[in-house]
């Protein structure tokens, strides 16, 4: 199946700083995400963008489907950021079936 | 604005009982999904379904069953609970693959935290 790795697996920020998420995947995807996982476990869902741009306040992504990568920008961020950042992609053929990466652990100090 | 509901936050249960967990959704979507998470092995597939009476095994469906008799409510048992089965379990839902500009983005619910004794 495909694999989806993502980098770092932990960072630790001081609020206001930017960071860079990446997601790479292993083969060709039609759909990918970013979800926050709360420190309660509430998984949102971030950004639906198999290709392109998007932004949306403070956080864009950027997926280059073609090079098999995602990145997330956070920027100027807060303590309220902290959490577990995933990726999840889909190959056309799994129907809406997503497979998740390992996630991003984030903590941003005051 | 709650989109999609889990019945239980926290459950506990003992070692052979059959267990349901409860997943309903008001978005009118036609897929649903349960996963769960664990620490170091993230979020694996259990089973998902894309439409009324449909489903589908996802990774690791062994233990488990699904019901989907209605579109907005879908069902995951433990035919008999085991400790290994405890875990967090999360539902979500999305709409299946249309042509045009939808947003087929997962959303989840809140998660039941499931502890078999």
């Known amino acids: 199946g495909i694999q989806v790795e993502q980098s770092p697996p932990d960072l630790i920020l001081q609020e206001g700083a930017n960071s860079t998420l990446r997601c790479n995947f292993s083969d060709s995807v039609n759909n990918l995400q970013w979800f926050h996982q709360n420190p309660w476990g509430q998984l949102i869902n971030l950004f639906y963008?198999?290709?392109g741009t998007k932004q949306n306040g403070r956080l864009s992504a950027t997926t280059v489907a073609t090079e098999r990568y995602s990145l997330l920008y956070i920027s100027s961020s807060q303590t309220t950021d902290s959490g577990v950042y995933f990726c999840?992609?889909?190959?056309?053929?799994?129907?809406?079936?997503?497979?998740f990466g390992d996630g991003t652990t984030l903590t941003v100090k005051p | 604005d709650v989109k999609v509901t889990q019945s239980s936050r926290y459950l506990v249960k003992r070692t052979g009982e059959k267990v349901f967990l409860e997943c309903v959704q008001d978005?009118?979507?036609?897929?649903m999904f349960w996963y769960r998470q664990d620490p170091g092995l993230g979020l694996r597939l259990i089973y998902f379904?894309?439409?009324?009476?449909?489903?589908e095994k996802g990774d690791i469906p062994e233990g488990y069953s699904v019901s989907r008799e209605k579109k907005e409510r879908f069902s995951l048992i433990l035919e008999s609970a085991s400790t290994n089965q405890t875990s967090m379990y999360l539902c979500?839902?999305?709409?299946?693959?249309?042509?045009?500009?939808?947003?087929?983005?997962?959303?989840f619910g809140s998660g039941t935290r499931l502890t078999v004794v």
């Open positions: 999840a992609v889909e190959r056309y053929t799994n129907a809406g079936k997503s497979t």
């Open positions: 379904s894309y439409d009324v009476k449909m489903k």
């Open positions: 963008i198999p290709s």
């Open positions: 978005m009118d979507h036609e897929n």
């Open positions: 979500a839902s999305s709409l299946r693959r249309l042509r045009g500009e939808f947003n087929y983005g997962y959303t």
